[in-house]
């Protein structure tokens, strides 16, 4: 969080909602309700106000006075539109595949039992999703004002790898999102940030047009900002309350085991096993294995590689962040009244138990659907990196003085982007240490090697090359900029900026006088 003004009113309004929560619920409700007040009472007063420009100049006929109605129509009419549109847009329907209750039984009367329990709609749609996740999402019929419909989904590797009743915590959980008036006042809530978003976008972009932008800039600047604060605060109260109701329902056991069992698989599939399944592509036309047909063996496999307590150890360390609603695990397991510890094994996973025979049939067709969409990069990678290889090998024959400049530089590119970092930085030692003409490219290359190395030099050749190629100055800013705020400070980045920018600026002078 960078704006300590805006994390210190983060603090105070969470300390708000769990002294009050009934109060602050209402508090949010009416400042969303003021602003589409304010709205409405906008495009009304700018309505109006093109109303009597026109009446005027009927009245008058002065080709100013047209002029000038012509100008406030074009800015007022704009934003009236976006406002209008925002409303009646719909959002964009969920991806997924769909199921029913004959490919799921088991999943179907579960939900069955949970609005029973929960006294809550009706789930309209069931998606089974490529990700590690599951979620509620509310979509509206037809614009703003005529209801909504409910969309369960649920990632296939999150069912794989979860146990049935670890899974059932999690949808207890989801259903608790939209039991009550939790959905709709957080579909509401999600549709005024796209709304204000994209008005505030506008506004902002010509905020030096005219006056109307400029003030609507502003004002919706100073509700965003507390707006935002405001249903963050409440987005986070929601999970805690939806794990209450999970933990009322699946036990606090069942529950903490879902969220610790979820953190660790979550992390370890993205740290590993889709890495370890792209690094094929280095050595295979297609992959070994299919990424959803091969997860479940591959999960029970690894087990040793996630579910270890140094990684527990390292995930229940991690503290709730003021970007992301979802509280943090230990904070979350903690207030179901769990402790940290690693889950059993699983018996039998919530995929084959939810949805038997259908599970390996959407394993395949996942499999399809990634492989359609990945196919073309991929062995276009394999067989640009093939090639790059035989050039390699071809210029490894050869001894490095006897290769034209071109040539070694192609030969260090292709070690550093083939290879490895070590074997490119021998070559451009070579290169840079012959005598005569100096090359920007290399030294650019060098300069990089040395950063990732942790060495400070690097810097001295980035300024070099962009010395000797000033189109390279963006390239090298970029990267100078970045290394020096995460290893020194923001103020040695900066320095740097300008110093090279200075005497880029200086030699170009020189040039100039010649």
């Not at 007040?37 to 420009?53: D, H, K, Q, T, V």
């Not at 509401?188 to 609507?216: C, K, M, P, S, V």
């Not at 591959?298 to 509280?327: C, F, G, M, V, Y």
């Not at 179901?336 to 699983?346: D, H, N, T, V």
């Amino acid at each position: 969080m960078d704006d300590p003004a805006y994390e210190h009113l983060l603090l105070g309004l969470q300390a708000q909602a769990e002294r009050r929560p009934i109060l602050f619920r209402a508090k949010v409700i009416l400042i969303s309700a003021a602003a589409y007040l304010l709205l409405f009472a906008s495009l009304i007063l700018l309505g109006l106000l093109l109303f009597w420009a026109f009446s005027t100049w009927q009245q008058r006929h002065s080709v100013m006075l047209l002029l000038a109605l012509l100008g406030m129509a074009a800015s007022i009419i704009p934003v009236q539109w976006i406002v209008i549109k925002m409303f009646l847009t719909r959002l964009p329907k969920p991806e997924g595949i769909e199921i029913h209750a004959k490919d799921a039984p088991k999943l179907f009367h579960v939900l069955s039992q949970l609005r029973r329990q929960l006294k809550g709609p009706a789930i309209d749609h069931v998606l089974i999703t490529d990700d590690f996740n599951a979620a509620i999402y509310q979509r509206a019929k037809a614009g703003l004002f005529f209801g909504h419909r409910n969309y369960l989904m649920l990632g296939l590797p999150y069912l794989i790898g979860m146990a049935p009743k670890e899974m059932y915590a999690t949808l207890a959980h989801e259903y608790g999102h939209i039991a009550g008036s939790h959905g709709k006042l957080g579909a509401w809530i999600y549709r005024q940030r796209r709304t204000f978003g994209a008005l505030h976008e506008h506004t902002e972009a010509n905020r030096e047009d005219d006056t109307i932008n400029r003030l609507f800039a502003h004002l919706l600047a100073q509700f965003a900002y507390y707006f935002n604060a405001y249903t963050f605060v409440l987005s986070r109260e929601e999970e805690y309350q939806a794990d209450a109701v999970a933990t009322r329902l699946a036990g606090s056991l069942h529950n903490s085991h879902s969220l610790i069992r979820g953190d660790l698989l979550a992390r370890w599939l993205r740290e590993d096993f889709w890495p370890k399944l792209y690094s094929q592509a280095k050595t295979r036309e297609k992959p070994a294995f299919m990424p959803y047909t091969a997860m479940p063996m591959a999960i029970k496999a690894a087990r040793d590689e996630w579910s270890t307590l140094p990684r527990l150890r390292s995930a229940w360390a991690q503290n709730s962040d003021l970007l992301d609603t979802h509280p943090c695990l230990r904070d979350r397991v903690l207030a179901a009244g769990e402790r940290c510890e690693l889950p059993a094994q699983i018996k039998q996973s919530a995929a084959d138990y939810f949805l038997g025979s259908q599970a390996a049939v959407l394993s395949k067709k996942m499999d399809e659907q990634w492989w359609q969409k990945e196919q073309k990069e991929w062995q276009q990678y394999y067989r640009q990196r093939s090639r790059a290889l035989e050039k390699i090998a071809q210029f490894g024959q050869q001894a490095l003085g006897s290769l034209a400049v071109g040539e070694a530089q192609e030969y260090a590119v292709l070690l550093h982007d083939y290879e490895s970092a070590a074997a490119a930085k021998e070559v451009l030692e070579h290169l840079l240490q012959r005598s005569g003409e100096k090359y920007p490219k290399p030294m650019f290359l060098y300069g990089r090697i040395l950063l990732d190395e942790g060495n400070r030099r690097g810097l001295d050749y980035l300024a070099d090359a962009v010395r000797l190629a000033p189109a390279m100055f963006d390239e090298a800013g970029q990267l100078a900029y970045r290394w020096l705020y995460h290893n020194e400070n923001e103020s040695a980045a900066e320095e740097w900026i300008v110093q090279l920018g200075a005497a880029l600026d200086n030699a170009a002078v020189e040039i100039d006088r010649q």
